[in-house]
């Protein structure tokens, strides 16, 4: 069995805001296949993104432009995951550029967030 110290010291869950939150939720629903479980009106948890999360209805948005943070998702197919963002209503920030040891491609979600997909794959 798992104690609390387990968790101690490490990233545990994180918060995005969302300026439309029914968009936001449809969007990470179609292009990553994650469900929602919502607190209220203003807030909404997501599950199976890999790490545990949530967005909360704000007239606010996590861009690397203005300092915030990236959360980068991983793709074992990035060409199929960078279709289903666009096909999902994402738009591409920066496409699909190579770094040492990967590509990856940012985009920004419904309510104006900003993240990344990379894969160590088809190098």
Do not use: C
Not at 16 to 21: I, K, N, Q, V
Not at 25 to 30: I, L, P, V
Not at 58 to 73: H, N
Request: hydrophobic residues 40%.
């Amino acid at each position: 069995m798992s104690d609390l110290n387990d968790h101690q010291d490490k990233i545990h869950y994180v918060e995005f805001s969302a300026r439309d939150l029914e968009a936001t939720k449809a969007f990470f629903s179609d292009a990553f296949g994650w469900a929602f479980q919502d607190y209220g009106p203003d807030y909404a948890a997501f599950l199976g993104a890999g790490m545990e999360g949530g967005f909360e209805r704000k007239d606010k948005k996590s861009d690397t432009d203005e300092g915030g943070a990236l959360v980068i998702l991983y793709s074992a197919d990035l060409e199929e995951t960078h279709a289903n963002v666009v096909a999902a209503g994402g738009v591409i920030k920066l496409d699909i550029f190579s770094f040492p040891g990967g590509r990856r491609f940012h985009f920004t979600e419904p309510s104006g967030n900003e993240l990344a997909v990379w894969s160590d794959k088809g190098l």
